[in-house]
């Protein structure tokens, strides 16, 4: 492929790949919000933020790190 091809492949695929991102993204931001409120998680909360911060851009890693944290690293009675 010469570098005009691989450029025009990438263009092709922003339409696909941006819900995709913005949905990653969303998921990361109330994460970190959510961790910000709780007063107790499974985990320690500062590798928490750390692994949801790190992997926000990281397909599909930030995914799988945001719904770890909101199916198993929270816990839903303790809010401030």
Avoid: C, N
Wanted: charged share 20%; no cysteine; glycine share 8%.
């Amino acid at each position: 492929m010469t570098e005009q091809e691989v450029i025009k492949l990438l263009v092709d695929l922003i339409p696909l790949l941006a819900p995709i991102i913005l949905i990653q993204l969303g998921l990361a931001v109330y994460a970190l919000l959510d961790l910000r409120k709780r007063l107790l998680t499974r985990g320690p909360r500062w590798a928490w933020a750390l692994g949801l911060i790190v992997t926000a851009f990281a397909l599909p890693t930030g995914i799988l790190v945001s719904a770890a944290y909101l199916g198993w690293g929270r816990h839903a009675e303790e809010i401030k």
